[in-house]
Structures are given as structure tokens and as C-alpha cells.
């Protein structure tokens, strides 16, 4: 039988503040077999009117000392995005 590399946890937080006009999200997941794991906690900002949000976040990932994962934990990002939600 072959171990599986995708056997994950996964958490999710989403905080909805000031009637849904600040949120701030965190996403993060652990992969047991092969010991990577990413965070990436942002912040959400709804511009005036119904449909633009600016958001900005910093994206990390890491894992044990193996040749892939360590090329894998040096791609950790900063980003800033606007979005128009229809």
C-alpha cells in the first residue's frame, strides 16, 4: 500500500468586523507525510459602494529539511490585491 503525501489539516478562520467592512482571514494547512505546511493571514477592506475591496496579506510556507520543501519555503510573499466582486 502506498502512503498517501496529500493526508493534510486544513483551518480556515474568517472574522467579519464593522458590519462586513474590515475582514481578516487566515488560511493554513499542515501535510503530515511530508512535513510542508503554508500560512497566510490577510486583511480585507471594503471600499465605499458595493462591489471593490482592497486586500493585503503575507503568504508563508515552510517544512523539514528536504531539498524540495526548502526550495519551496523560500517562495513566502507579500501581496496586495483590488477586487470588484459581482
Same mark, same amino acid.
Given at each position: 500500500?502506498?502512503?498517501?503525501?496529500? $493526508?493534510?489539516? #486544513?483551518?480556515?478562520?474568517?472574522? $467579519?468586523? &464593522?458590519?462586513?467592512?474590515?475582514?481578516?482571514?487566515? !488560511?493554513?494547512?499542515?501535510? &503530515?507525510?511530508?512535513?510542508?505546511?503554508?500560512? !497566510? *493571514?490577510?486583511? /480585507?477592506?471594503?471600499? *465605499? %459602494?458595493?462591489?471593490? =475591496? !482592497?486586500? %493585503?496579506?503575507?503568504?508563508?510556507? /515552510? /517544512?523539514? $529539511? $528536504? *531539498?524540495?520543501? #526548502?526550495?519551496?519555503?523560500?517562495?513566502?510573499?507579500?501581496?496586495? =490585491?483590488? =477586487?470588484?466582486? &459581482?
Amino acid at each position: 500500500v502506498k502512503e498517501s503525501v496529500s $493526508d493534510n489539516i #486544513t483551518l480556515w478562520f474568517k472574522q $467579519d468586523m &464593522f458590519h462586513n467592512k474590515i475582514v481578516l482571514v487566515f !488560511i493554513g494547512n499542515y501535510y &503530515f507525510n511530508c512535513g510542508r505546511w503554508q500560512a !497566510i *493571514p490577510s486583511i /480585507g477592506y471594503s471600499l *465605499p %459602494g458595493k462591489h471593490w =475591496r !482592497i486586500e %493585503g496579506g503575507y503568504a508563508m510556507y /515552510g /517544512g523539514k $529539511d $528536504d *531539498p524540495y520543501i #526548502t526550495y519551496s519555503s523560500h517562495n513566502d510573499a507579500a501581496f496586495f =490585491r483590488i =477586487r470588484y466582486e &459581482f
